[in-house]
């Protein structure tokens, strides 16, 4: 059963979904996204690990905050492993979450038993150039008439499975949960330096691409490359939307951690 609750920090509550028991994984969301994209995911890991997904700070029933870069909310999440009285875990992120789990991973590696990237672009020197001059992802203009709430169901449509509105609903309830700050995480995921983070990552990495992810997967087998000896696998058919193929995540998150013994991760239960 998934249960749920608040950590205080310095930014302000955090808020969190927790399921199961055992060593604990903490899972990291895209933008502008919340705790929700794990929900499927949880209970499958759950049966194995205490699983745990944080609103990320300025994101869905956290506190809000003024301050949207990937320090900052990397750095929140730390305050909350502390909160929660956890020492050392495995960190698992897709798009946005990936990126402020390399973040974390970079500046507390004691703290991170095994790492996982899910659509997790490569924000180098030319990324950040290009994504300078693109035009916002989720941003629309407010219309009187709610003409923006289709226009933002338009944008993201051709990035979920068709006959799958259920899946479009939750991305839009969060969307609007942060509204109008929809751009924040984009933003900041723009602007990270992630070049000069990437050579402190000590922990054991599986990189994962979704095929069907035409944001992210292009950057699979180049961020592999920065990890000196990263793992890569691919979710066949996998879209931007993680819980469209959370079955198949799941497997391979949980055979990833299954030797968590061979490389301390037996510290973090």
């Known amino acids: 059963m998934t249960s749920f609750g608040y950590a205080a920090t310095s930014y302000g509550p955090i808020h969190y979904a927790e399921c199961g028991a055992g060593p604990p994984v903490v899972l990291l969301h895209q933008s ?15 049966a194995r690990f205490r699983a745990i997904a944080p609103d990320t700070l300025g994101f869905g029933a956290s506190a809000r905050t003024d301050d949207h870069r990937i320090e900052t909310y990397a750095a929140a999440l730390l305050e909350l492993l502390d909160a929660l009285g956890l020492p050392k875990v495995h960190l698992v992120g897709h798009h946005t979450g990936g990126v402020v789990a390399v973040e974390v991973a970079a500046a ?24 300078a001059a693109r035009p916002p992802v989720d941003a629309v203009a ?6 923006h709430l289709a226009e933002l ?5 051709g990035f ?14 969060d969307a609007l949960a942060v509204w109008p700050g929809v751009e924040h995480g984009h933003a900041a995921v ?15 990495v599986l990189c994962v691409g979704s095929s069907a ?11 592999a490359a920065r990890l000196p000896g990263a793992e890569v696998a691919v979710i066949d058919g996998g879209m931007v939307p ?14 990833f951690l299954a030797d968590q013994g061979a490389d301390q991760g037996q510290e973090t239960a």
């Open 32 to 46: 502008p996204r919340s705790w929700d994209e794990y929900r499927e995911i949880l209970p499958l890991l759950g």
């Open 108 to 131: 507390a590696p004691e703290r991170i038993g095994r790492l996982v990237l899910s659509s997790t672009p490569l924000i180098d020197a030319a990324a950040r150039e290009r994504r």
């Open 142 to 147: 407010e219309r009187a008439d709610g003409g």
């Open 153 to 157: 169901w338009g944008r993201r449509a």
């Open 160 to 173: 979920y499975p068709q006959g799958r509105p259920d899946l479009l609903h939750r991305f839009v309830r």
């Open 190 to 204: 723009s602007a990270y330096v992630m070049e000069d983070r990437l050579p402190r990552i000590s922990a054991p």
């Open 213 to 223: 992810d035409p944001h992210a997967f292009p950057d699979l087998k180049p961020l």
């Open 242 to 255: 993680l819980e469209y193929k959370a079955d198949a995540f799941a497997e391979l998150v949980l055979a």
